[in-house]
């Protein structure tokens, strides 16, 4: 099971490996396999986040997102995006963006670095807006119910996540362009450039996520229709199977799989920088991270994974609220690429825990009748 899960990340990685070594030697090969390390600790709420939604997809789909889906990760974002990048902010041709890239490296970083705060104003808009609806959604099972329990009352006010956002948007750009006044104006044009990309972030994940989640409403209204069918059949011995996602609804959730995805790969396209600026170097680094990011999120659903420790989603939507907050952030301020990895991390490993002190829990509630459960399932 778990080479058959992992077989293609482990043949990517060789690969990847033996490439870096012909094309820079051993430094390289040290690079690529330090840019993994670092993709797959900044995006494992990443796939956290993707198992819980690819496991409403059916196997069509799944698929999809694993083909199609995986080249559009590895190459669009993690080679062609940092090069599409310099052509807009340099207003370079795509041709002279990628000869920049090869030829000056150092004139290519310093593009990419001036053109982030925009990207992370749209990424952070985008990953603030998941984290907001997610913990503002009245849940049965709560993490931290002592704040889930008052924040899903908050939540019955309409529009309360936008309106958060959109006030944390402007704070940033505000900040963003009071700094730049004090230390000579050069950069408060970019104030407007960041009020503009966080719109568009927040527009972004208005249409592609309203309209997944329209059509998934749908289909669980197409599958509460079915429940008596489903229930007859039972009756007489063919029970039939959950409906899975498909058509429009599956191809809107796979539009809003691959957004998240981009998002959550915005630190670390940014944060590769830190470590080289060569572009070669960066996409086989951040390639390999991805493919794992993939296998490990075809692994929890396979698993059940997800099923059997409740809390993972909650820790993994945390670990993206924090990453919002970085990355807006770090449109005035730096921040360590480990601090943020780090976090995530720690987050993960908090509602794995505390998912395992609930499942015990609930088997030794096993004899203390439905009371005993309920109280278990009410968060800590």
Same mark, same amino acid.
């Given at each position: 099971? /778990?080479?058959?899960?992992?077989?293609?990340?482990?043949?990517?990685?060789?690969? +990847?490996?033996?490439?870096?070594?012909?094309?820079?030697?051993?430094?390289?090969?040290?690079?690529?396999?330090?840019?993994?390390?670092?993709?797959?600790?900044?995006?494992?709420?990443?796939?956290?986040?993707?198992?819980?939604?690819?496991?409403?997809?059916? =196997?069509?789909?799944?698929?999809?997102?694993?083909?199609?889906?995986?080249?559009?990760?590895?190459?669009?974002?993690?080679? #062609?995006?940092?090069?599409?990048?310099?052509?807009? @902010?340099?207003?370079?041709?795509?041709?002279?963006? !990628?000869?920049?890239?090869?030829?000056?490296?150092?004139?290519?970083?310093?593009?990419?670095?001036?053109?982030?705060?925009?990207?992370?104003?749209?990424?952070?808009?985008?990953?603030?807006?998941?984290? &907001?609806?997610?913990?503002?959604?009245?849940?049965?099972?709560?993490? /931290?119910?002592?704040?889930?329990?008052?924040?899903?009352?908050?939540?019955?006010?309409?529009?309360?996540?936008?309106?958060?956002?959109?006030?944390?948007?402007?704070?940033? =750009?505000?900040?963003?362009?009071?700094?730049?006044?004090?230390?000579?104006? %050069?950069?408060?044009?970019?104030?407007?450039?960041?009020? #503009?990309?966080?719109?568009? $972030?927040?527009?972004?994940?208005?249409?592609?996520?309203? &309209?997944?989640?329209?059509?998934?409403?749908?289909?669980?209204?197409?599958?509460?229709?079915?429940?008596?069918?489903?229930?007859?059949? %039972?009756?007489? +011995?063919?029970?039939? @199977?959950?409906?899975?996602? =498909?058509?429009?609804?599956?191809?809107?959730?796979?539009? *809003?799989?691959? !957004? /998240?995805?981009? @998002?959550?790969?915005?630190?670390?396209?940014?944060?590769?920088?830190?470590?080289?600026?060569?572009?070669?170097?960066?996409?086989?680094?951040?390639?390999?991270?991805?493919? *794992?990011?993939?296998?490990?999120?075809?692994?929890?659903?396979?698993?059940?994974?997800?099923?059997?420790?409740?809390?993972?989603?909650? +820790? %993994?939507? *945390?670990? #993206? +609220?924090?990453? =919002?907050?970085?990355? /807006?952030?770090?449109?005035?301020?730096?921040?360590?690429? #480990?601090?943020?990895?780090?976090? $995530?991390?720690?987050?993960?490993?908090?509602?794995?825990?505390?998912?395992?002190?609930?499942?015990?829990?609930?088997?030794?509630?096993?004899? $203390?009748?439905?009371?005993?459960?309920?109280?278990?399932? @009410?968060?800590?």
């Amino acid at each position: 099971m /778990l080479l058959k899960t992992f077989g293609w990340s482990f043949a990517v990685t060789a690969l +990847g490996l033996v490439a870096a070594v012909f094309y820079g030697g051993w430094t390289a090969f040290g690079i690529v396999a330090i840019l993994s390390v670092l993709e797959i600790s900044l995006s494992f709420d990443n796939a956290v986040v993707n198992a819980g939604i690819l496991k409403k997809m059916n =196997a069509f789909w799944q698929k999809i997102f694993l083909t199609i889906g995986i080249l559009i990760a590895v190459f669009g974002m993690r080679l #062609i995006f940092p090069v599409v990048i310099v052509a807009i @902010s340099a207003q370079l041709g795509p041709i002279e963006a !990628v000869d920049l890239a090869l030829t000056d490296k150092d004139r290519y970083q310093e593009l990419v670095t001036d053109a982030h705060p925009a990207i992370a104003a749209f990424g952070g808009m985008f990953l603030l807006m998941i984290f &907001l609806d997610f913990i503002f959604e009245d849940r049965d099972i709560k993490w /931290l119910g002592w704040l889930e329990r008052p924040l899903s009352r908050l939540g019955k006010v309409d529009m309360l996540s936008a309106c958060i956002a959109l006030i944390v948007l402007l704070i940033a =750009a505000m900040t963003f362009a009071t700094h730049a006044h004090q230390h000579g104006g %050069a950069h408060v044009d970019k104030a407007q450039t960041v009020l #503009i990309a966080g719109i568009a $972030g927040l527009i972004t994940y208005m249409i592609v996520g309203g &309209l997944s989640g329209h059509f998934e409403n749908k289909l669980e209204e197409e599958e509460e229709r079915e429940h008596e069918e489903e229930e007859q059949a %039972a009756r007489t +011995g063919k029970p039939k @199977s959950a409906v899975k996602l =498909a058509g429009k609804a599956a191809f809107f959730m796979f539009l *809003y799989l691959e !957004v /998240l995805d981009a @998002s959550f790969s915005f630190d670390g396209v940014i944060g590769a920088f830190a470590i080289t600026n060569d572009i070669v170097l960066m996409a086989l680094g951040l390639g390999i991270g991805a493919m *794992y990011v993939r296998s490990l999120t075809v692994y929890l659903v396979r698993q059940g994974t997800l099923d059997d420790y409740v809390y993972l989603e909650h +820790g %993994a939507h *945390y670990a #993206i +609220g924090a990453l =919002a907050v970085i990355l /807006l952030v770090t449109i005035q301020y730096q921040i360590n690429e #480990i601090v943020t990895g780090l976090i $995530g991390v720690v987050l993960i490993g908090a509602s794995f825990w505390s998912s395992v002190r609930r499942n015990k829990r609930l088997a030794e509630a096993e004899g $203390g009748g439905d009371n005993a459960k309920a109280e278990v399932s @009410s968060g800590v």
